[in-house]
């Protein structure tokens, strides 16, 4: 029992892994580092979840991405947990207010997954992101608006737990990321540089749920030349009253602490 209960924690930390590079996928050697699992028993946990649907390796490839039963679990549930529908439509009438790519991320235990990109009419655009890909809390702006947002002892629990993750792939240090919170939590604003593309920025904040619980974030990101300093205070405040709306369109019989 133990060893089959071991197996379905590794296959599902596959999955979840399998889902945040997109359609580009993840090489084999990728995993095997991510997990801390031996080359062998990630082949063999990727061909069983190929078997399952759950994985499929990219033709041509040596690459993995999720497989078509995922997208088929994700259509059934949409009817229980897709509380943003409201979200989407104000998230298109913003884009194409600001000009470059918005992002709406969703809370995922201690990670941020974007389940909303909305590209702006700015002929140079940036696509950081997918739907469906997920990041540590803290790494972007929306998830650094999140973990900023959250209550200090369940922040600090989140932080021990990822904080590996992040100060790996966003090139931090935990003075940095401190700070950013810090900075996040007298400005009302997270911007990131530089810290997940090279070349961009981006603004985030979070959004609450009727209890006041972080559980979502709003972002715009686009090419540094394009976020002066004023830009980014004048994006910040469209950023807070847009999240404000998507706020109050949150019915409270639908919960959505219920994605947290």
């Not at 389940?115 to 655009?125: A, K, N, Q, W």
Request: net charge positive; proline share 3%.
């Amino acid at each position: 029992m133990v060893a089959t209960s071991r197996s379905v924690e590794r296959a599902l930390h596959l999955v979840r892994l399998l889902a945040t590079p997109g359609r580009r996928g993840i090489a084999l050697t990728d995993l095997a580092r991510l997990t801390g699992m031996s080359h062998s028993t990630v082949h063999r946990l990727l061909q069983r979840l190929i078997s399952e649907r759950l994985a499929r390796q990219l033709e041509g490839s040596k690459r993995y991405a999720l497989g078509s039963l995922a997208f088929e679990l994700g259509v059934a549930a949409t009817a229980q947990f897709d509380i943003w529908q409201p979200a989407r439509t104000l998230m298109r009438a913003f884009a194409d207010e600001v000009g470059d790519t918005v992002y709406l991320v969703v809370r995922s235990g201690t990670e941020a997954v974007c389940i909303e990109r909305v590209e702006g009419p700015s002929p140079v655009r940036v696509l950081t992101l997918e739907a469906g890909s997920r990041r540590p809390l803290g790494l972007g702006a929306g998830g650094l608006a999140i973990l900023a947002a959250l209550p200090d002892e369940e922040r600090e629990d989140t932080i021990s737990s990822i904080a590996p993750d992040i100060l790996m792939q966003g090139k931090l240090t935990k003075t940095s990321l401190y700070a950013s919170i810090a900075d996040y939590q007298r400005n009302g604003y997270a911007h990131v540089r530089n810290r997940v593309t090279l070349g961009t920025s981006a603004v985030g904040v979070h959004i609450s749920d009727t209890l006041g619980c972080p559980i979502a974030a709003i972002s715009v990101a686009a090419i540094d030349s394009r976020m002066s300093r004023q830009r980014i205070a004048t994006l910040a405040t469209q950023l807070q009253g847009t999240a404000k709306h998507i706020q109050h369109t949150l019915k409270s019989d639908n919960d959505p602490a219920t994605l947290r």
